[in-house]
Each structure stands twice: as structure tokens, then as C-alpha cells.
């Protein structure tokens, strides 16, 4: 059964950092794309980063030069390391590992940005 938890989220202040982790299970996930979305209250979802099989990244223009995102295919964890927090970071914060047509989805978990 192919699985997708994310932890890590949780409140912080502006300017503050969380690091979030997705671990996956029951597939070789290297070989996949991995994703963190987001989708605030009231929002659709957008991407927020991505690394490819081969490790190139690619960033929303509003985390760039605060968020990085990374993996580690020996513990088939993709990260998201959150730096200099704002209050529209707000949102519930979802991995996806995607390769051609499939996806797969976890959960999400919540990051609350506030004083």
C-alpha cells in the first residue's frame, strides 16, 4: 500500500522556521518527482516546490530564498525546510511523489503562521 505522512507542521511566529517531512511507503519513491502543495482557507491549491528523480528544484516565486526542499532517497523522505515565516504561509501544507500519469497525495498538515 503506497503511502504519503507528512509531519512537521504546526504554529509559529512570523519570521520564525519549521522544517516539514513526508514519508513514503510501498514503492520505490526515487525514481518519482516529489511535490509540497498548499492550500490556504478559501484558496486553491498551488505548488509551493518541487525536486525531481534527479534532484533539480523549482520554487513558487512567493518562497523562493525561504523555503528549500530536499530528499533523501535512502529514507524515502522529501523535506521542506521553512525559513522567515509570514502570516500568508498559513495554510495546510500536502507532499505528492508524481511520475507521468501517476500521483499519489498525503494527508497534509497544518501550518499556522501567527503573533
Known amino acids: 500500500q503506497v503511502q504519503l505522512v507528512e509531519s512537521g507542521g504546526g504554529l509559529v511566529q512570523p519570521g520564525g522556521s519549521l522544517k516539514l517531512s513526508c514519508a513514503a511507503s510501498g514503492t520505490d519513491f526515487s525514481i518519482f518527482a516529489m511535490g509540497w502543495y498548499r492550500q490556504a482557507p478559501g484558496k486553491q491549491r498551488e505548488l509551493v516546490a518541487v525536486?525531481?528523480?534527479?534532484?533539480?528544484?523549482n520554487y513558487a516565486d512567493s518562497v523562493k530564498g525561504r523555503f528549500t526542499i530536499s530528499r533523501d532517497n535512502a529514507k524515502n523522505t522529501v523535506y521542506l525546510q521553512m525559513n522567515s515565516l509570514k502570516p500568508e504561509d498559513t495554510a495546510v501544507y500536502s507532499c505528492?511523489?508524481?511520475?507521468?500519469?501517476?500521483?499519489?497525495w498525503g494527508k497534509g498538515t497544518l501550518v499556522t503562521v501567527s503573533s
Open positions: 505528492n511523489a508524481n511520475l507521468r500519469v501517476i500521483n499519489y
Open positions: 525536486i525531481t528523480s534527479s534532484t533539480i528544484t
